[in-house]
């Protein structure tokens, strides 16, 4: 199997993506490496789309981009870029397409425990103790050779807690309870799942799941 390896280029900065892109893919015979191996001093790209399908094509049209100009001799089979975010009813579907800094935009640090502490500092007061939500995760992925692009999204509903329960996982996966598909929602957050677990119920297992789905049917 390994002769058959496809390698898939990720770009994005964020390791834990790079990791769940791996383990959901490897069995799917992709090799799932970062953009910067090729591209060590590539920027990130101002993600300026109202929603996540557009930031996920905008990164991915960015990365092209770069690795056209670089003119490489060795390129990866495929390039992907994904965009993902947490919605919460209550907030109006905050922090969604700002996951990643909603913190920072409201001037109060930045990275995974400043943007916890963030929302859970914007429920407090509405009432209860857990939120309706869902994660969605977007992907653009683009055949180099070939040129196919697609396009999936998934998404994974459940509520979000105001405990933090957890140490697995990243970003807001320790306050957030995935609802499973007979419709109750988990007693753990993702924060406290396995891995293989999370990605059975995750937005980005789903989103992978279509992507494999759409390039066995071309």
Request: charged share 20%; hydrophobic share 40%.
């Amino acid at each position: 199997m390994s002769n058959n390896l496809r390698i898939l280029a990720l770009a994005t900065g964020n390791a834990h993506k790079l990791q769940e892109f791996s383990e959901i893919l490897a069995p799917a015979g992709w090799q799932v490496r970062s953009l910067k191996e090729w591209l060590p001093a590539i920027p990130e790209p101002d993600e300026t789309e109202p929603d996540f399908q557009g930031n996920a094509l905008l990164k991915a049209r960015f990365a092209l981009e770069h690795l056209r100009q670089a003119r490489l001799e060795s390129l990866p089979d495929a390039l992907a870029a994904d965009d993902s975010g947490l919605a919460v009813d209550a907030l109006g579907g905050a922090p969604g397409v700002v996951s990643a800094r909603y913190a920072e935009l409201a001037g109060r640090g930045s990275g995974d425990a400043a943007n916890r502490a963030e929302l859970l500092r914007n429920l407090s007061g509405k009432g209860s103790d857990r939120f309706d939500a869902g994660f969605v995760c977007a992907i653009a992925f683009l055949e180099i050779q070939t040129g196919r692009f697609l396009t999936v999204q998934g998404e994974c509903r459940g509520q979000v807690g105001l405990v933090e329960r957890g140490e697995g996982g990243f970003g807001y996966d320790s306050l957030f309870h995935p609802r499973f598909p007979d419709g109750t929602v988990a007693p753990t957050t993702f924060a406290q799942m396995t891995s293989e677990a999370k990605h059975g119920l995750s937005h980005r297992g789903d989103a992978l799941q279509k992507l494999l789905t759409a390039l066995s049917a071309e």
